[in-house]
């Protein structure tokens, strides 16, 4: 019988149609099912670009922004350079000074008993008050109210002798 039912002519006009027809929805629903995945992963790639833009303007703007502090650290280096160099000179020129008065101190103290006498004598101390300001109360490193520091036999005028 069922032999019969499927050689019947309409049952083979129905097959003939029937198989075609739900080929081509499988087909459709294929082609649909491919489109939204296409979709789905278009829509994904264009969101990840506006996150990569997003990411990318951040770091612009942090590399910008260290870009003008190195900059300027650059700038506050060759500052601190100049300073330096200069008061390298400075000091050298300083210490010449301080060798020159010294060597001509002692060169005249050498030639003249009157100024050597006078070289050795000690600052009186409202002269050493008035130069130095007010001393502290205690030694400890400091000087006291004749000017010597604890354990020292310099004055703070940088005299040496007695005191």
Do not use: C
């Not at 210490?95 to 030639?111: C, H, S, V």
């Amino acid at each position: 019988m069922l032999t019969l039912f499927l050689q019947s002519q309409l049952v083979q006009k129905v097959l003939h149609w029937l198989i075609p027809a739900l080929l081509l929805l499988t087909l459709i629903g294929a082609g649909s099912w491919y489109l939204q995945h296409v979709q789905s992963e278009r829509d994904l790639a264009k969101a990840n670009l506006v996150a990569a833009e997003l990411n990318l303007g951040t770091a612009l703007t942090a590399n910008k922004s260290q870009q003008e502090t190195i900059e300027s650290l650059n700038k506050f280096r060759e500052i601190d350079s100049t300073t330096i160099v200069q008061m390298y000179a400075d000091n050298q020129s300083l210490n010449k000074l301080a060798r020159t008065q010294t060597e001509t101190r002692k060169a005249l103290g050498a030639q003249n008993v009157q100024v050597q006498a006078f070289l050795s004598t000690p600052v009186p101390p409202e002269l050493r008050r008035l130069l130095n300001g007010p001393a502290p109360a205690t030694g400890d490193g400091y000087p006291n109210r004749e000017g010597v520091s604890a354990g020292s036999a310099v004055a703070t005028t940088g005299r040496t002798g007695p005191h």
